[in-house]
């Protein structure tokens, strides 16, 4: 039943795929669901989250966003929500990249509950960077 919810869901707004893994070629498309909103940093000693260290948000099919800047749509939305993402940068893999070293790929997610969009990498730093 849920997943042919997705389906039906996957069908109205156009994606390409439903949500099992991240897309994989520029432009493509798949539906997920939002498994945690988080602040970009968490105490190390509490485990408590760190207001206004920025936004991150992880899903469903493995993917995960991240900002330094406090993002609005991000802090709106709720585990479970629906959510569309699409592949829209993947760096230059070259000789400073560690093989593995996924780092700095770029998604814009739109959120199907509030209809809100935002586009963040899924890393604080580029493949190769700190």
């Not at 994989?24 to 105490?43: N, Y």
């Not at 493995?62 to 592949?87: I, N």
């Not at 997610?109 to 509030?114: Q, S």
Request: include cysteine.
């Amino acid at each position: 039943m849920i997943r042919l919810s997705l389906t039906v869901l996957a069908l109205a707004f156009g994606t390409s795929a439903i949500a099992d893994t991240l897309p994989t070629r520029v432009g493509e498309c798949v539906t997920t669901t939002v498994k945690q909103v988080e602040t970009r940093l968490v105490d190390g000693n509490t485990n408590i989250p760190v207001p206004g260290s920025g936004s991150a948000v992880e899903f469903a099919n493995g993917g995960y966003q991240v900002s330094y800047d406090q993002v609005q749509a991000v802090d709106r939305s709720r585990p479970g929500d629906p959510a569309k993402m699409c592949l829209v940068f993947v760096p230059k893999r070259d000789k400073d990249c560690a093989p593995g070293d996924d780092r700095g790929v770029i998604y814009k997610t739109t959120n199907l509950r509030t209809h809100e969009s935002w586009t963040l990498p899924n890393s604080e730093h580029p493949c190769g960077g700190a």
